[in-house]
């Protein structure tokens, strides 16, 4: 597998991060280039990582993709260039997202003329913000995984958390990465309850808890103060458009991806773009077991995630490449 790295000026005063990946030998030319979006918190590295077996990034390449994973802005390997920390949703989805997806386009090497798009987490909520906001985009298909666009449902620890817009925006992180090295293996062996909030330790691996951590980012307080706000009046509002209702107009092909365990997109929100899609040309798929569970990072490290994620997604791909 080749990999290449880009820097891409998103006029903000950052570089947004792109990282390129492809096998020489199998590439489908002919195939749309497949861009990752990661969550809220989070990097990219995830991705290409996986503590048992292959990474969402390394099986895609396998499968004759070209993949792209993306870096927004105060996140992995993006660069501040006078940049500030007080950025919003709607920078993330219309100003970043946008650069991604050009520059993609713009060294692919592919003969495509759209990108089709996986959006972890938050990183789905910006990819159908994106789409729904800008009528003229680049999306081929969607692939929502754990996605929230109305808050059907709040897990109460995540309530907590967001109980107070103004307070959670005055609070500034750092050291988040660390803490979570240090936290994830305690919490799996003396509060697995806890965790499984957000990984369930009979599905992934937490022993690899020092190379998953390295996809940590610190929280960004004017987000925070958002996604309070957001929590609070249910439905996603930026720039005075209702996002949750506008997904009704929305004509791209989307796959939503849920965890059956899911605590921090539970079920109900995290299938709500689903059911309020217009397109016609959607797909739902619920993963995890009553025996085994999976929550919400186990979409993309659980030992099951090749078969029941990963898989399915590619299965998504490639029968709308033959439409």
Not at 285 to 291: A, D, F, S
């Amino acid at each position: 597998m080749k990999t290449l790295q880009h820097w891409v000026p998103n006029g903000a005063g950052w570089l947004v991060a792109l990282t390129q990946s492809f096998d020489p030998e199998r590439l489908d030319p002919a195939r749309r280039p497949v861009l990752i979006v990661p969550g809220y918190g989070m990097n990219s590295f995830i991705f290409s990582f996986h503590p048992r077996g292959t990474s969402l990034e390394s099986y895609l390449v396998e499968q004759g993709f070209e993949v792209w994973r993306v870096d927004l802005r105060a996140s992995g390997d993006s660069i501040r260039q006078g940049g500030g920390e007080s950025f919003s949703l709607e920078d993330l989805a219309l100003v970043d997202l946008t650069v991604a997806v050009d520059a993609a386009l713009e060294r692919t090497r592919s003969t495509a003329k759209r990108v089709d798009v996986i959006g972890a987490s938050l990183g789905g909520s910006l990819v159908l913000m994106h789409a729904v906001l800008r009528p003229d985009h680049k999306l081929g298909t969607l692939v929502a995984m754990g996605s929230p666009v109305r808050w059907v449902k709040v897990h109460p620890v995540l309530r907590a958390l967001f109980l107070s817009p103004m307070l959670v925006g005055l609070v500034r992180f750092r050291g988040a990465r660390r803490a979570a090295e240090v936290a994830l293996p305690l919490a799996a062996k003396h509060l697995p309850w806890l965790l499984r909030v957000y990984l369930n330790p009979a599905a992934s691996d937490v022993g690899a808890a020092r190379e998953m951590v390295k996809t940590v980012e610190n929280p960004n307080r004017f987000i925070n103060r958002q996604i309070a706000r957001w929590m609070h009046q249910r439905d996603l509002v930026v720039g005075g458009v209702n996002v949750s209702l506008g997904l009704q107009r929305l004509t791209t092909p989307l796959l939503c991806i849920v965890a059956n365990g899911d605590g921090i997109v539970p079920l109900e929100t995290a299938r709500f773009p689903y059911e309020q899609a217009g397109t016609a040309d959607k797909g739902l798929l619920v993963v995890g077991t009553e025996e085994m569970t999976l929550a919400h990072a186990d979409l993309f490290v659980s030992d099951q995630a090749v078969e029941v994620v990963f898989r399915p997604i590619a299965d998504w791909f490639l029968r709308h490449e033959a439409a």
